[in-house]
């Protein structure tokens, strides 16, 4: 029987799941929507795994994304690792001597300084929408285009107009501005794009030394003006991976891979886990001023784990009782 390694990025937005063959190929991968319940989701995502694939032999499993850490507690995953790494991991696995990583999802956006196949430098941005998937999203929708079409229509422009791209507000508003104008939708998708990659530059980017060759990652890479703006903007290349819109999974299933190559064994508990009931209770904990909300999974009527405590007092309670599987 062939071995195979999973690694599953789970977001606020989506959750990703990719299995990976011995030789880094993805041989199965899901995109699903979150929608809140990532429990449930991470079950269903399971579920379909054994659908499709039947019970393969997974040797290994990795958690990355928001929700990584109730994700690997669940799974008894191998590795819960940060999306950073991971995606320096997947990108390096596509492009060994890659020096810059830009990557723009559903809700946020980061870029990734790699030098020597090390992460050197690295910012986030998840406070201002303009430039994610969720806002290009919106706009098509406002344009009455649809977001596969959205890119296209940036590379026939050949005037583009100039909107305003500072935050999500005011490229909103400036683009609305330009449609009452009569400007053309060409022109407008085309400078929105260009907006957008100054946004990027200006706040993400913003004190980073980009060095080519460039990755281009996230779900926003199938973006083809998106790409172009990058391109013209930086004067050279921008490459997007195969696999862009799961880069997150891929890396983390790569370590997952590497960890049990390491120890011998897996800590996976099993396809079987999407049949089993999973129950998640919120407290707050009043036995100092931190006031710390605990959070608590039962597995069955087993106690599964409790975290978000910052002085470990009921982190430490599961870890030292038989309970904890």
Avoid at 40 to 49: R, Y
Avoid at 119 to 144: H, I, K, P, Y
Avoid at 149 to 170: E, M, W
Avoid at 226 to 238: G, H, P, S
């Amino acid at each position: 029987m062939k071995n195979f390694y999973m690694g599953i990025d789970v977001g606020s937005v989506s959750t990703n799941i990719v299995i990976l063959d011995e030789e880094n190929n993805i041989v199965w991968k899901k995109y699903l929507r979150t929608q809140g319940k990532p429990i449930d989701i991470l079950k269903e995502g399971l579920k379909e795994v054994r659908k499709e694939l039947g019970d393969i032999d997974i040797k290994g499993v990795g958690t990355t994304g928001s929700g990584r850490q109730l994700a690997g507690l669940i799974l008894g995953a191998d590795v819960v690792k940060n999306e950073i790494t991971c995606h320096a991991v997947s990108a390096l696995d596509f492009m060994p001597d890659i020096k810059t990583i830009i990557e723009i999802g559903g809700q946020d956006s980061k870029i990734i300084i790699i030098r020597d196949g090390i992460v050197v430098d690295f910012a986030m941005n998840t406070v201002c929408a303009a430039g994610t998937g969720s806002f290009l999203d919106r706009q098509a929708f406002r344009l009455g285009v649809g977001i596969e079409q959205f890119g296209k229509l940036a590379l026939k422009s050949d005037n583009p107009v100039r909107i305003a791209g500072r935050c999500a507000v005011f490229a909103e508003s400036d683009m609305i501005h330009k449609q009452q104008l009569g400007h053309n939708q060409e022109d407008i998708i085309w400078g929105l794009s260009q907006a957008l990659v100054r946004n990027y530059l200006n706040n993400v980017g913003k004190g980073k030394e980009i060095l080519g060759p460039i990755a281009f990652q996230g779900g926003v890479a199938a973006n083809e003006g998106i790409k172009r703006a990058f391109e013209d903007t930086l004067k050279q290349e921008v490459f997007i991976p195969k696999d862009f819109d799961v880069m997150g999974a891929v890396g983390v299933g790569l370590l997952a891979k590497a960890e049990v190559k390491r120890k011998k064994a897996t800590s996976f508990k099993g396809l079987n886990i999407s049949n089993i009931d999973y129950k998640v209770r919120g407290m707050e904990c009043n036995d100092c001023a931190n006031l710390c909300e605990v959070i608590e999974i039962q597995e069955g009527n087993n106690i599964l784990a409790r975290y978000g405590d910052k002085c470990g007092k009921w982190t430490n309670s599961i870890k030292d009782s038989s309970k904890l599987a």
